[in-house]
């Protein structure tokens, strides 16, 4: 695959996920059905290919014990929201309507330690090492000083109001873009070229 695809692909599939929500939501309820499902996955979708953009970045900002620490968080932290997305989307195929969505999710929330790790305290580091890689690429100034600005907004702007997500993904992309370019071609194009 083309290094640069993921750094444009991730904030497009985040855009997908939360106009799918919007309209999933225009019934009055979330979940379950087609546009519960499909959501999450393209956030899932999104997820997967944050793990080698972190470690892409972690690459641009010089590889050091920072960068790398802000990578492996990340990755730590997609994992729990792959974990938490996964339980999204079981709940949904196993609920007949969204009530029942919500004895299903207390169900899985009282199994001790998964609210911490799959809800709680785990998904942040996602949050946190993306923010911390920007925030050293601009320090390094490989990014100019506007995106890790752009990629905080992307960041806060859900914990204002969940309907801002589609928002926040154009920021993140905005902020994305500059990266992408900095990123040698690879794949087959790249080596059909060299």
Known sequence: MNSRIPFIAAPLLVLAYGVIRILDGLDGSRGPGIAWTTGHLAFMAALVLYVP???QMRRMAGGNALATASAAAG???VVALLA?????IAVGFMSADHEAMGGLFDQVKSVPGVSAVVYDVVPPLFF???LALVVQLAALRRVKTWAPVLVLADLVLPFVEKDLIPLGALCLLVSFVPLARQV?????LAA???
């Open 53 to 55: 953009i972190f470690w």
């Open 75 to 77: 990755t730590v932290g």
């Open 84 to 88: 938490q997305f996964g339980i999204d």
């Open 128 to 130: 946190a090492g993306q």
């Open 184 to 188: 040698p071609v690879t794949g087959r």
């Open 192 to 194: 059909a070229l060299a």
